[in-house]
């Protein structure tokens, strides 16, 4: 119901595009965001995109990665740029339940790891 995709190897400084295609019961009715996990550490939020296109965005990304949806795809993207080592880690979709990132409505898929070498 969930399934990310669009990470890969890229140097410090560069960019990636994430792309997460959720089912229409999901995406229809719910905000989206983008969480990561990196290795041995616990799983974070990093955007969140309401149905009506508001944003928020964890510190440490703001100004760097921007969140957007295309309702008609039910898609929801992360455009990454300037990326650094720290932003390595799986990066999964879903949907935030209460507006914030403590809480998902639904069951983890598929994730997409994104390395950045330095």
């Known amino acids: 119901q969930l399934q990310a995709s669009g990470g890969g190897l890229v140097q410090a400084g560069g960019s990636l595009n994430l792309s997460c295609v959720a089912s229409?019961?999901?995406?229809?009715?719910?905000?989206m965001g983008w969480y990561r996990q990196a290795p041995g550490k616990q799983r974070e939020g990093v955007a969140i995109?309401?149905?009506?296109?508001?944003?928020q965005y964890t510190d440490s990304v703001k100004g760097r990665f921007t969140i957007s949806r295309d309702n008609a795809k039910r898609t929801t993207y992360l455009q990454m740029i300037h990326l650094k080592p720290e932003d390595t880690a799986v990066y999964y979709c879903?949907?935030?339940?209460?507006?914030?990132?403590?809480?998902?409505?639904?069951?983890w898929g598929q994730g997409t790891l994104v390395t950045v070498s330095s």
């Open positions: 995109i309401s149905r009506g296109g508001s944003t």
């Open positions: 229409e019961t999901i995406f229809s009715r719910s905000d």
């Open positions: 879903n949907s935030p339940a209460y507006g914030g990132f403590g809480f998902v409505r639904h069951s």
